[in-house]
Nanobody, 128 residues
Framework: EVQLQASGGGLVQTGGFTRLSCTAS????????IAWFRQAPGKAREAVSC????????YYANSVKGRFTTSSDNVKRTVYLYMSSLKPEDTAVYYC?????????????????????WGQGTLVTVSS
């Protein structure tokens, strides 16, 4: 069974830093891409980043480019999302998702991106 466990987050001050983790089980981690999405209250889901575990190629949404970094540890089967220069508008529930690596190219497209599995979400609150 494909499972993703997201953790980290919490309350962070504006301009601060935090790290999210997404630990995977039940599939060949190296053969997949792991994306991060977020959803703020009353808003639609927004793509954040994607990393292909095959070649560590990373993709970022324009809204987080230069502030967020994603990386993968194949030994720990964990993908990290390092979030810096946080803004109140970054407040959201953050979800990780696994997909075939090719879908990282479409991670910002809700119609084209096809996830194999979703994690349960972790809340990040950025105080102003």
């Amino acid at each position: 069974e494909v499972q993703l466990q997201a953790s980290g987050g919490g309350l962070v001050q504006t301009g601060g830093f935090t790290r999210l983790s997404c630990t995977a089980s039940g599939f060949t981690f190296h053969d997949y891409g792991i994306a991060w999405f977020r959803q703020a209250p009353g808003k639609a889901r927004e793509a954040v980043s994607c990393i292909s575990n095959i070649d560590d190629t990373t993709y970022y949404a324009n809204s987080v480019k230069g502030r967020f970094t994603t990386s993968s540890d194949n030994v720990k089967r964990t993908v990290y999302l390092y979030m810096s220069s946080l803004k109140p508008e970054d407040t959201a529930v953050y979800y990780c998702a696994a997909s075939r690596p090719k879908y990282c190219l479409y991670f910002t497209d809700n119609y084209k991106y096809q996830a194999t599995s979703w994690g349960q979400g972790t809340l990040v609150t950025v105080s102003s």
